[in-house]
Every structure is written in C-alpha cells, then in structure tokens.
C-alpha cells in the first residue's frame, strides 16, 4: 500500500472512533505540555538568574573572611575578623587585573526620620563602590574621597528607604538629616531603584555610607566584613582570583599547604553553581514528566490492541484481498505514530501555552526551541515503539480465522 | 471442447490434515480437478464435508498438507504467506456470506479496497475500475452510499463488485446467498449467471442443493473426497425462477 493511502486510511480509522482516539492522546498531550513547560520554567529560571546574577557588579569578585576553626569548633564566617583595611588598601595598590576595589562594612538596624522609621541596612564603601556593583545615583552626588578620610556623616539612599522615611517614592531628600542608630546621617545622594531581586529581596532598602563612617562611628569595629573587587574582565576573572590569593595570603602570613583564612568567589562562579543546581532542579521535573509520557504510550498501545481485535474481521478481509502481512503492521503503526504525533502536536500548544501563561503570571518561562523537537521525536519514537506489538498481533493474524471472527 | 480452453484451477491429489491435541483430522482426502476458464462450478457438500477446507486451499488462505494446486498455472504450495497475498490480489475474488464490508465506509471505497494493495494502480485508475466494477452489478446510482446504509442484496452487490475488480481469474463466492431472502437469493444468481455468459469463472460454494440447477458443473464432497462430479446439461435460468415468484408483499 502506497504512504499516502496508509495516511489516509489511518486517519479514517482515527476518525470513526474519535472520543477514544481523544482520550488516549490526552496522555500524550499531557505529558508533552509537562515537558515542555517544565524545560521552560527552568531555562527560564536559568536565565534570569544568571542576568540578575550579572546585575549584581561586573566581573565582581567578593573576598569574604574565612571559617576558621578554632579548637575544632567552624566559626561563623561573619565573626571573623581577618579582614583588614589593610588588606584593602594592599590590593588598591597592587593588584594590577582589577578595575575597582571597595570595602564594605555592614551594620543592620533602624533608621529614623522624624516620626518615621524602617529596618535596613548600612553598607559602608567607597565610591568605587557604585562602580562595582552598578549602582546609579539618580539625584544628588556621591560621597568623596575626602569624605572617607574624615569619616563625614553623609549617606547615599536607595528608593525604599526614600519612600519608608519621607512618606513618598519620589520625595525630595537631598539635605535631609536621617539618624541610624542615633548617628545622624546627612543625605547626599538617592539611588536609581533596581527592585526587587530573584530571592525576593528588595535591592532599594539601602543605605551607602563612606566606610569609614560605618567602620568608625556606627559598628565600632576595625575589621571589614567583605572586599568587593572588580576584574578588568571576565576572562580576567580567574588571573584576578589568582592575584588577589597572593596578596591576601602575604598580608596574612599565609604559607603554601596552610588553610586560608578567606574565600574569594567570583560571579562566573556563583553562577555556574546556580545554574548547575537549576539544571538539577530541571532534570528532575523533566523526567518526572516524561515517565508520564512513557504511561501515555502504553495507553496507545492498549488501545491500538483493543482496536486490532475489535478489528479483526477487516484484517481478514483485507489479508484475502491481498493485503501482506507487513502492509497490514504498518497500517496500524502509522495509526499509532499519527496517534502520538497528533497528541504531541497538541501537547506542543497547549506547552507553549501553558508556558506563556506561566509567564504572564510572573514565572521566569522561555521556550526552548530543543524541547518542541525534542518532545515530537519522542512522540514519534513512542508510536513506533508502542505501537510495534499491536501491529505485529494484527499482521501475524491467520486470514481464515480473521475473516471467519465474530 | 474442454481441452481448447484453459486451465484455470488444477487440483493434483491435494489432501489436508489438521492435527486437533493428539489426533490427525483428515480434512482433504486427495481432490484432483480441473476448472477451465469460463466455467460456473458449484461446489456442494454437508458441513465437515471439507468444502470450506477445500475452499480455503483454492483462495491460496492454506496450503496443501500434500499434492499441488495450481492456480492460473503457478504452483501455490511452497509459496510464502506474502507471496499468496499477491497472488490472490492479482487472480481472486472473493464473495463471502456476510459480505465482509468495511463500516462507515462508502461502496466505491469498498470495492477500491482490492487495488490500494496493487502499487500498479493510481487513485484515479482505481477509482475509474471502482465505479466500472459497481455499474457492472447494478449500483453505479449508489456509488457514494455508505455500507450501513445499504440493503443486504445492495451489500452483496457491492461485494461482488469488489471481487470484480481486479479482473480476477476466477470469483470464489462462499455462501454467497446464504444472508439473503429467496427473492434477493435468486437476484444474486440472476447476476452470477451473467457474469458467467460473460465468461467469467466463478466457484460458488454451498450447502443449497437448489443452486446446482443455476451453474455449468457441480461438485459434491463427502468426507473429504469428491462424491460426485457433473457436468450440468440442463442449465436453469434464475431469471426465469425469479420472475416465477410470488410478488413481494407488502404485509
């Protein structure tokens, strides 16, 4: 039999048993759209994390005190006081792959503007600091270098803390006096909102103070809770880690085979490890679905043996008008691919779909091309596959039997 | 006058055996005979005579157990399944009792059925010796109907069609009256007769004495062996007997 009289007589076949057909596709359509609309919420995970990532700094490479052990007990690593200002100014002056540097010292608790307070937290920098973690100043100007010498009382406000403290977003607030932990703090500067990022968190309640500042005068402390730093590039990256280790480990005595007493982690780091943990998350949910694709097929092939039974008087009769053994197999397996073909093809929709509504609600969603191909290869493969042994129980039929069945 | 003519079937002392659990039934006990081209053979026996054995052997569905059947001059024991699946889309018809239509499907497509396993033949070729089958049993008015919405007699016409459509070499018809009334029997034989005065071979098998008057030979089978072969001198008109029946009432 000709290709296109098997088509043919495949989809009058389909047809003359539509609601069955219908209901053994909607496992294929079921499974197809999970597929796809898994391998889109994790691609898309995947890629807004590596831009939210990216948004972060450029090439930032975050120097953090080290867990160190002290009579077997790890430390918290925020408890360490192994980070010195010394060490900063060491890599201002030394480190030749870097683009920008700044110390940060943090101090978390209440600010106050009249009868107004909020909960936040100060970051004591430099001005570099902007730089490194792209920061936008919308209004006003940046503390100065003289400003960290003289440990001035001067802050840098995010758009949160604007909106918390002068009852409006975009109130004017160059000027004003806030206090932080009874510390009075003149604001300078109000920065360009960045909104919440991917954990939730929101980027805007924040305030920047020259370091010293914070250092001296607020968390009355000599050490630093964190260097930022800034390679000259990202394929610098791993050059710039290299550079900073010697410096670091020779300022702290450090000698090769010695646990260091920090870490150093760069972005491209951070996120391969979030994108391997997505990738993971992803595997996990796709082969979730695709077991339910697999039990899809074994329902065409229940109902493609139920069909060839309730057949078998055609089959005799088209065995005894000439039909071989193998035109009467591939009859019913290209019944059974137009099946899950057809079912994937709706599957594909309503993914895609689904995935845009997903999307719609705020979920991170991007189709990915791979998995609509991907997803009608395995359809076709689980027609072919599944629909092997109906079809070879319909063509191994004795035409006499066949013909005479009731 | 026979020997001019050619062969169309040659049975060589075909026999057949079944194994049923530990015995041998002996289904064919050495049949040999000769159809030539033309004939209208009648082929009668009680049930367990072998005549559906018998049957099975000359539309190449079985084998021989032993001896050799030549249809149209090839010998079809040694050959495989798929090798008979052509050779009996190219050289028979079949007629089967319960006209053996698809459903839902309409009579053109039914008959078209032969020649979708003949690569030979385009959609329009096939559908052009169709439509040419169905004029020839009376039914080029009802080409799009469907089998369910068609009569029994209408079934089986389209059924002959079917076996028609091939231009085979000859039409093994198997009780093909057996589903139907007197009225549309004797109109089936009415069509069979024709076909016969235009030379085609047919072997209509039956359990139906009566229909033995209607064809050109009859054979008898008894236990898997011919009891009987006659030629029949005296050929009845079955258009005769049917306008010889009572009207059809309307009661």
Redesign the interface.
């Given at each position: 039999m000709s290709f296109a009289n098997l088509i043919r007589v495949a989809i009058m076949a389909i047809l003359n048993n539509k609601i069955r057909t219908l209901l053994s596709m909607l496992g294929i359509i079921i499974g197809v759209a999970a597929v796809i609309i898994m391998m889109s919420i994790g691609q898309g995970s995947k890629m807004s994390i590596r831009q939210e990532l990216s948004k972060m700094g450029t090439n930032l490479i975050i120097i953090r005190p080290g867990a160190d052990m002290h009579g077997g007990v790890r430390q918290d690593p925020s408890a360490m006081q192994t980070l010195k200002v010394a060490d900063y100014e060491s890599i201002k002056n030394e480190a030749k792959l870097i683009r920008n540097v700044s110390p940060e010292v943090t101090s978390s608790g209440q600010v106050i503007y009249g009868a107004n307070n909020t909960t936040t937290t100060v970051y004591g920098e430099t001005p570099e600091y902007l730089d490194v973690k792209l920061w936008t100043l919308e209004d006003g100007d940046c503390f100065t270098p003289e400003d960290i010498k003289k440990s001035a009382k001067v802050c840098l406000v995010g758009r949160t803390i604007v909106e918390e403290l002068f009852g409006d977003k975009n109130a004017d607030c160059i000027g004003k006096t806030i206090r932080f932990k009874s510390i009075p703090l003149r604001i300078i500067g109000v920065l360009k909102s960045k909104g919440f990022n991917n954990w939730g968190m929101d980027q805007d309640n924040v305030i920047i103070a020259p370091y010293t500042t914070v250092m001296k005068r607020i968390a009355a402390q000599n050490y630093l809770s964190t260097i930022n730093v800034s390679a000259l590039s990202e394929e610098q990256s791993d050059a710039c880690i290299d550079e900073l280790k010697t410096i670091l480990s020779r300022n702290h005595k450090i000698k090769e085979g010695m646990p260091e007493d920090f870490t150093i982690r760069s972005q491209q780091e951070m996120m391969e490890t979030m994108s391997t943990t997505m990738d993971t998350i992803t595997i996990i949910l796709v082969v979730a679905a695709a077991f339910s694709l697999l039990v899809a097929g074994i329902g065409i092939m229940n109902i493609m043996l139920v069909s060839v039974t309730e057949r078998t008087k055609e089959i005799g009769l088209r065995m005894s008008v000439g039909a071989r053994g193998r035109d009467i197999s591939r009859q019913f397996l290209v019944e059974a691919i137009m099946i899950s073909l057809t079912g994937g093809l709706l599957g594909v929709i309503v993914g895609i779909g689904g995935a845009t509504a997903a999307s719609s609600m705020g979920l991170p969603c991007s189709v990915p091309l791979w998995s609509v191909v991907l997803s009608f290869t395995v359809c076709a493969l689980i027609g072919l596959i599944f629909g092997f042994i109906p079809a070879r129980k319909a063509a191994r039929m004795d035409p006499i039997e066949a013909i005479r069945y009731e | 006058m026979k020997d001019n003519k050619r062969v169309v079937i040659e049975l060589q002392d075909v026999r057949r055996n079944f194994k049923v659990g530990s015995e041998v039934v002996h289904a064919l006990r050495g049949i040999s005979f000769k159809i030539y081209e033309g004939e209208f053979v009648t082929i009668m026996g009680t049930s367990g005579s072998g005549k559906s054995t018998l049957l099975?052997q000359l539309?190449c569905?079985?084998t021989p157990t032993s001896g050799e059947y030549y249809l149209d001059g090839t010998p079809v024991r040694k050959m495989k399944?798929?090798e008979r699946?052509?050779l009996?889309?190219?050289k028979i018809g079949?007629v089967?009792q319960n006209y053996?239509l698809?459903?839902?499907?309409t009579a053109v497509e039914n008959v078209e059925?032969?020649l979708?396993?003949?690569?030979k033949y385009n959609?329009k070729q096939r559908r052009e010796a169709a439509v040419k089958a169905l004029q020839a049993v009376g039914l080029g008015e009802r080409l799009e109907h469907k089998s369910n919405q068609m009569s029994g007699g209408q079934m089986q016409r389209v059924a002959i069609a079917?076996a028609l459509v091939?231009d085979p070499a000859v039409i093994l018809a198997d009780e093909a009256t057996g589903n139907l009334d007197t009225r549309t029997s004797f109109e089936m034989l009415v069509l069979f007769q024709r076909l016969h005065k235009e030379g085609r071979t047919i072997i209509f098998v039956t359990h139906n004495p009566e229909i033995a008057q209607y064809s050109s030979r009859n054979i008898m089978l008894r236990d898997g062996k011919i009891r009987e072969d006659q030629i029949n001198e005296n050929i009845q008109s079955a258009a005769e007997a049917l306008a010889a029946l009572p009207a059809p009432q309307d009661d």
């Open positions: - | 099975n539309g569905l079985d399944r798929s699946a052509v009996r889309n190219r079949f089967f053996n698809l459903p839902k499907t059925l032969p979708m396993y003949n690569t959609a079917r091939n």
